[in-house]
Each structure stands twice: as structure tokens, then as C-alpha cells.
């Protein structure tokens, strides 16, 4: 086991215990918020002919250099029908936006700017080439648009239409088990005794979980005890991965980590990171597992940091196109913000645009406990180890989409 591991550190050794990656095929229908498992190219060309960004005329843009030019009417392209008449010089073709290009022309004017007076046809402003859209301008047979690990959103499932595919194979959704632990926790909507507090933890895990494109299987929290958590981690190993929150830093009743310990396999534990310095990560019978800190904010901090990055990595999600829950950003602080000591230092900041730069504040007390701060802000510094954070000056930062 290492301890006190940096985040890269942690990432790497988390990476050697990856999730498994499963497909399986759906219809496009069904594929909408699903991450594609291989990449898609395209099955025909698009658009598979020159067409018409206009209603109007298909002309020959030679015989319209001066407005007013009388054309003769050969015929009407239409979406979906017969293919159009080929055009010669003088003549002058209807045709509909989408419409096949007949052959010979070359230009469309626009049907605003044209007069017809039984089969003649008076244009009256320019015929442009540019109202033609060419075959192929978009995608051609056989590119690749939508790369592998492409979350897919309805644009992306528009376009795996637009490319002829009925069908995608997607990733599985891994099933990720969220444990709680805590003999003072009660779920929110029922009555407090004395010393309890609303558990939380397991309702912002269990979304982010499915933000990162998998499903969550949110378990009863665990009391401390050894028994219940040996049973309750057994019931849960046939999930893909399990998260636990709490029993993790050094006292007598962090019982994950002395189960871990003792039972399970522990691969490193603690991290140079504030807040969410107690994590370990390990296997239980085979099924990886994040011990995270029980401190919310600290729980929610190293999923971004290192769960998401994990769940991410393991299953080849596309880094810009694939699910994720922040983006590395530049900000400029408006304020002084301490770092901390031989640790990596994730303060809150709210982040906003002003005048083409993202600027940072602060808002609320930062304390590991304080939900609220994670509200209050968007986004995180990533002061480096014994760096403070000075007004003015401009830092990496991740701002939480
Ligand atoms: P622990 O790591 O178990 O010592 O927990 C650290 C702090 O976080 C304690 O104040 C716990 O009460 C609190 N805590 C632990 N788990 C949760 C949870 N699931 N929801 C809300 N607070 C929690
Ligand atoms: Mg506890």
C-alpha cells in the first residue's frame, strides 16, 4: 500500500484496477445520452447530390450577369422526385430547397427576386453559385464524425442518422454501487434523533455517478460495524465498482479502511490533496473500491478530481467529446487564496466572464463540511502544494459545468 500519494499518482495506481468495459447495440432512438463505444463513419455522402439552399431557379449564372434577364421554364426539381431536366443557356429550372441541382446550371436565384409570367421567368436580382450546397461539402463516405467515446447528444444523434446508421453500439452502463457509512446518519424526510444527521453524500455521488454516463446503485448506509460492512460490501461486489463514504482518516471507528486493511486490498491510501486528503483505493473481492472521505465536500472533491477522471479513463470515454464534469480553465484571482502545505489545494471559487477573462472570487468559508461552499461556487483552484493564490494574478483552476 503507498500512502499520501499525489492526484496523478492516485490516478495511475486506480487505472491499474480499471472498470470494464462492456457494448452493446441499441437503436439510434434509444442511444441519446449513451457513450459511443466505436466510432462512426459515414454511409453516404452529405449531401449525396448538389442541391438547393433555396427555393427559386437553378440558372446558368452567365445568362443573369445583368438583372432583368428573361429565362424560359424547363421543369421543377423537386425533393423526393423525378431527377430535373438538364438546362442549356436561356432556360431556367423551378426547384425547391433540397432539390436536386439540374445538370448545366450552376447559379439559384432566390424566388423573391424573380417575376414568372406564364412559362418566362424574369430574375431580378444576382444568381448565386453560393446558394448551391455540393455534394459532399459536409461529410463524404467513409469520414469519421463521431469519434469513439462521443457522448451522445441529440446533435450527435442527428448526425449518426444524417450518416445512414440505425443502430450504435454504445458503452454498458458499469453499475456503480454508493455505500455510505455512519452510525449517525439518517436519510433526509425522516426525524432526527439526538446525534444524528441527513445523510447526503450518497444523493451527490449517485448523480454524478450518472452524470459520468453510468448507473447508480445507491445502497442504505452502513452503520460502523465490521459485520454490517463485510455483508453489505459482499452484497455489493457484483456491482462493476463501489464508492463508500466515511470510516476512511485515522480514528478507531474508520472502520472502511480497517476492513480494507484487513480484508480487502488496499492499492494506496490518503492523498496530498485539501480538502480530500483520507481516500483510499483498493479491491474488495476483485470489485475495485473508492474509499471516500465522509466529509461531503471532501466526498465530492476527489470524485471530480479522481473518480470521474478514473470512470473516464477506464472506459476510453473522448476527451471533449465523451461525458465529463468539468474543464480546466485559466482564472485570474480577484482575491488573495492560500494554498496549502505539501498538499495540492482545491479552495471553492465562484468563476465568472468578464470582458474576455475568467475571473475568480470567493464566497463562503471553506470548510470540508460546508455543502453550501459547493454551491456557492463553480469551480475549484488547483493551487500546487505550498502555493498561496495572489489578487490579480492567474491560475489553473476547473470550472464544474
Ligand atoms: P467520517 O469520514 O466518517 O469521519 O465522516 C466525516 C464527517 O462527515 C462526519 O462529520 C460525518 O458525520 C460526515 N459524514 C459522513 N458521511 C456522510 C454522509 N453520507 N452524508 C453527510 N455527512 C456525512
Ligand atoms: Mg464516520
Known amino acids: 500500500m503507498e500512502k499520501g500519494v499525489t492526484l496523478d499518482r492516485a490516478l495511475d495506481l486506480s487505472l491499474h484496477s480499471p472498470l470494464s468495459k462492456r457494448t452493446e447495440t441499441l437503436l439510434l432512438e434509444a442511444g441519446r445520452g449513451r457513450i459511443l463505444a466505436k466510432s462512426l463513419t459515414s454511409k453516404v455522402d452529405d449531401p449525396r447530390f448538389d442541391n438547393s439552399a433555396m427555393d427559386g431557379f437553378a440558372v446558368m449564372a452567365s445568362d443573369c450577369v445583368n438583372s432583368g434577364a428573361e429565362l424560359t421554364i424547363v421543369g421543377t426539381s423537386q425533393t423526393g422526385g423525378q431527377l430535373p431536366p438538364r438546362i442549356i443557356s436561356g432556360e431556367a429550372c423551378r426547384i425547391m430547397t433540397g432539390a436536386p441541382l439540374p445538370e448545366g ?8 427576386e424573380t417575376e414568372v409570367d406564364g412559362d418566362k ?7 448565386r453559385t453560393g446558394y448551391i450546397r455540393k455534394r459532399a461539402e459536409n461529410l463524404s463516405i467513409g469520414q469519421e464524425a463521431l469519434p469513439a467515446g462521443t457522448h451522445l447528444s441529440s446533435a450527435s ?3 449518426a442518422g444524417t450518416m445512414g446508421h440505425g443502430e450504435v453500439e454504445v458503452i454498458k452502463k458499469p453499475r456503480i454501487a454508493i455505500l455510505s457509512t455512519g452510525d449517525e446518519l439518517v436519510q433526509p424526510g425522516t426525524e432526527l434523533e439526538p446525534g444524528q444527521i441527513y445523510e447526503s453524500n450518497s444523493h451527490a455521488l449517485a448523480s454524478l455517478v450518472e452524470s459520468m454516463g453510468c448507473e447508480a446503485v445507491r445502497h442504505e ?6 459485520d454490517e460492512l463485510r455483508t453489505t460490501l459482499d452484497s455489493l461486489s457484483d456491482c462493476d465498482a463501489i464508492l463508500t463514504s466515511g470510516g476512511v482518516s485515522m480514528g478507531e471507528w474508520d472502520l472502511v479502511r480497517k476492513i480494507m486493511e484487513e480484508e480487502g486490498n488496499i492499492s494506496f491510501w490518503r492523498m496530498k490533496l485539501r480538502p480530500g486528503g483520507p481516500p483510499l483505493f483498493g479491491t ?3 470489485t475495485p473500491l473508492f474509499g471516500l472521505p465522509g466529509n461531503p465536500v471532501s466526498s465530492l472533491v476527489v470524485f471530480h478530481v479522481l473518480v470521474a477522471p478514473w470512470i473516464s479513463q477506464s472506459l476510453g470515454y473522448h476527451s471533449e467529446m465523451g461525458p465529463r464534469l468539468s474543464q480546466r480553465v485559466s482564472v485570474k484571482l480577484e482575491e488573495d487564496i492560500s494554498g496549502a502545505p505539501g498538499k495540492l489545494c482545491l479552495r471553492r471559487i465562484r468563476i465568472r466572464s468578464e470582458n474576455g477573462q475568467l475571473l475568480a472570487t470567493t464566497h463562503t468559508h471553506q470548510g470540508s463540511g460546508n455543502m453550501h461552499s459547493m454551491v456557492a461556487h463553480n469551480g ?3 493551487l500546487p502544494p505550498d502555493t498561496d493564490g495572489k489578487a490579480g494574478e492567474v491560475i489553473d483552476a476547473i470550472w464544474i459545468i
Open 284 to 286: 474488495w473481492k476483485g
Open 105 to 112: 446550371a450552376d447559379a439559384i436565384a432566390m424566388v423573391e
Open 121 to 127: 421567368v424574369t430574375i431580378n436580382g444576382p444568381a
Open 380 to 382: 475549484l483552484t488547483l
Open 157 to 159: 444523434i442527428a448526425l
Open 221 to 226: 448506509s452502513a452503520n460502523d460495524s465490521m
